[in-house]
Each structure stands twice: as C-alpha cells, then as structure tokens.
C-alpha cells in the first residue's frame, strides 16, 4: 500500500509556489532554508517527478509542479474542512455578503457549498448587486463581506483574482461590423463601461449606448441576440458569444480584478473565515486539474492552460 502524501510537505509546497522563494517559503511555515528543501527532496521522491527548475537565480515550478499544486491546495482544504466538522468550538452566527450577479452565477455555488459543508452552524445571507452599490452597504454597516470588481481609484478591496476583460459580440450576428456600434453596459459608474469607452474614444470608433442595466442576464441577452456589443470578464462567457479582438477593431482592455472588500462587524471570526473560504475557492476554480477539464467550461479550461481566450474564438455549447 502506498504511504500517504505529508500534509506539511503540501503546505510548504504551496507557499514556495505563493511567495515564489524557498527562503520566504520558510519565513512563512516557520522552518530554516534548509529544512524546506529537505521537505521538496522527500516530496519529490514520493512523487516520483521533479517539481522544481531552476530559472535564473529562482526556482520555478515544473509541469509536473503545478499539476501537483491543484491537488495539493484541495488536500488542504479537505484537511481543514475535516478539522472543522468535528470542532465543538466551529463557527456559529450568521453573515451577510453581497456579489454583483455577474460573479455569483460562476463562483457562489463553489464558495457557497466549501463554506457551509465546514461551518455547518453559520447562516449566509446573500444579496446580488453591482459594485457601486455594495460598497455603500459595506460603509453603512449593512453588509459584513462583498465580492466586488476592484477600484484602482477607490482602492476599496483586496485583489483575490484577476481575469481578462474581453470585447464580445454574438457568433450568430454580425453585430460588430455596423459602421455604429450598438452597445449594451452596465450604468454610467460602471468601471468595465468606462474602460471600453475610453478605449472606443482613442480608437475613434462611432458607437451608442443601446442598453444600460445593472443585471447581468440584460446584458448578456442583449449580446446573445445580436443587438449589441459589450465587454464582460472571462467568467461571465456564455456559449453562442464571440470574443472580439485588434483584428475586429477593438482594442485591448485592461484586466478585470475581483476583490474582497469587509465590513465592521462584530462578527469579524466569521468574516475572516469566510474571506479565506472565498481566496481559496477563487483560487481552486482558476486551477482545476486539466485530466478533470471536461468537468469545466471553456473560461475556466482556458485558464487552466495559461492561456486567454483568442479573438474570434466562438464559445461552444456545454
């Protein structure tokens, strides 16, 4: 029977992988250099492949490496969760988080179903709305976490995912070669708007706001049926869409950051939890396994590879 793989060792793997130095790696786990290198050579060896190259002056993961890291960083996971369950001092309480739409559909069922199988006594409260508005919940004290598109002008989150903004047009329509683009955003306020105005305006290309709405599933209607243009993240891709690129006309957007922004709360143990939960669900989805990619939707495959979806690439059915 083969001898299980060493928790600790997985940990230390992981921070090597997250601070990108063995020597930060073994600030973090509390162990000397030399300890930590010793833990890689044993997992190495029980791993049968080599999960370090050197680049450089640094060590980068190996192929092998990260196909190990998805596993590696779900064994944790399923460790703690483990832990959790039989805690008579677990979690107890309620939350209230809040995500604008276009974020729920693809990570709260994840976040949802981690959180509540490890703390099974803590009830969530969940509200759907933009960005702009869970920031005013969040100051007023009517919220205790959200999962927001982050500000650089605001600066009102912590960065926990980063995905590209992509131009998308229906495959079934030729809606972006109208000489005016027909466009369909979020309101005014709305950052992914802005940003595809600004790069519409340097690019001196005629277009009109055909809708305007804070719902998601407007938007994506809109687009779906051949009346408009928008820009949405990579999770927000559906299938019938065609992302839009340089060769199209459009030029390139800036990435979409996915933040987590927390209230004052009395409930700060909770919170905190749940952030964690919500780091490391983000995290799991943007790296699964790719033997297990079938189980995914092409955004998330794409991700997986390393790679961003193509100009012109048609999203397929699933």
């Known amino acids: 029977m083969s001898a299980p793989l060493d928790l600790d060792q997985l940990q230390t793997f992981i921070m090597i992988s997250d601070t990108g130095s063995f020597t ?7 162990r000397t250099q030399s300890a930590v290198s010793m833990q890689m050579r044993r997992l190495e060896e029980r791993i049968g492949k080599p999960l370090f190259e050197k680049d450089g002056r640094s060590n980068r993961l190996t192929e092998e490496g990260e196909r190990l890291l998805s596993y590696a960083r779900r064994l944790i996971h399923l460790n703690r969760e483990t832990l959790a369950a039989f805690d008579d001092r677990r979690l107890e309480g309620t939350i209230r988080i809040g995500t604008p739409d276009d974020y729920a559909d693809r990570f709260l ?4 179903a981690r959180f509540a199988r490890s703390n099974p006594r803590v009830e969530l409260t969940v509200i759907c709305e933009p960005t702009s508005n869970l920031v005013e919940h969040i100051k007023r004290g009517q919220l205790d976490l959200a999962l927001v598109t982050h500000d650089d002008l605001k600066g009102q989150s912590e960065v926990v995912r980063r995905e590209p903004l992509l131009w998308v047009s229906s495959a079934n329509h030729a809606t972006h070669e109208q000489e005016i683009l027909p466009m369909a955003f979020g309101r005014p306020n709305c950052i992914w708007r802005r940003a595809a105005t600004d790069v519409l305006d340097r ?3 005629d277009y009109r706001v055909l809708f305007s ?10 687009v779906l049926s051949g009346l408009a243009i928008s820009v949405l993240p990579e999770c927000a891709l559906r299938p019938g869409m065609r992302v839009l690129g340089e060769a199209d006309g459009f030029g390139a957007l ?6 987590i922004m927390r209230g004052h709360t009395a409930s700060a143990h909770i919170v905190e939890a749940l952030a964690r939960h919500i780091a490391e669900s983000l995290d799991n989805i943007s790296r699964p396994p790719v033997e297990e990619a079938g189980t995914f939707d092409f955004a998330t495959l794409a991700a ?13 059915g699933w």
């Open 24 to 30: 930060r790696a073994a600030e973090e786990v509390h």
């Open 304 to 316: 997986v590879r390393g790679k961003r979806l193509k100009p012109g690439h048609v999203m397929p």
């Open 213 to 222: 709405s804070w719902s998601a599933t407007v938007i994506t209607a809109a």
């Open 203 to 205: 690019m001196h290309r």
């Open 109 to 112: 069922p994840e976040i949802m």
């Open 254 to 259: 800036p990435d979409c950051r996915i933040g």
